[in-house]
């Protein structure tokens, strides 16, 4: 009997956390579905994201681990997929740990801890940094760089 599997995820910034979710969750089901975040809830959430929707869901749908890509549009889907894609597992990441305990009564819900030291999040803020430099910041940098390869070379 087939196993299926299903997360959530706004997927922005894709990483090697992302990847190591969907291959963490193809260990234990035979067919994942990733449902991607839209822009339009994203905004619901409070969530801004570099990456537009189109994008992101085409970065998800390219991933061999993944089987099938939709939308996630609202908060209150996941039960109608669950029941609609006849799925056995829903997984998320542990951050989420006890906000989806309703839907065991549909399938199992299991929450994987997250990958150490990456986070959508932590990159965002890592990338941050970067807006502040003027053009003049930029060309030194890239002198020092073009000295330092230099020397190598």
């Given at each position: 009997m087939k196993k299926t599997a299903i997360t959530y995820g706004t997927f922005d910034l894709f990483h090697y956390g992302h990847l190591r979710l969907f291959q963490r969750i193809k260990e234990f089901s035979d067919y994942l579905?990733?449902?991607?975040?839209?822009?339009?809830?994203?905004?619901?959430?409070?969530?801004?994201?570099?990456?537009?929707?189109?994008?992101?869901?085409?970065?998800?749908?390219?991933?061999?681990?993944v089987d099938k890509v939709i939308a996630e549009e609202s908060w209150d889907?996941?039960?109608?997929?669950?029941?609609?894609?006849?799925?056995?597992?829903?997984?998320?990441g542990d951050d989420w740990k006890g906000k989806f305990d309703e839907l065991n009564n549909y399938c199992e819900v299991i929450y994987l801890p997250r990958t150490d030291g990456i986070s959508s999040s932590l990159l965002k803020n890592s990338l941050s940094g970067f807006r502040n430099l003027d053009i003049s910041s930029i060309n030194s940098a890239l002198e020092i760089l073009q000295q330092?390869?230099?020397q190598l070379s």
């Open positions: 579905i990733v449902a991607v975040s839209t822009d339009e809830f994203n905004q619901l959430k409070g969530k801004k994201t570099i990456i537009p929707f189109e994008n992101r869901i085409e970065i998800v749908k390219n991933i061999r681990y889907q996941k039960l109608n997929d669950i029941k609609n894609y006849n799925v056995n597992f829903l997984v998320m330092i390869r230099n």
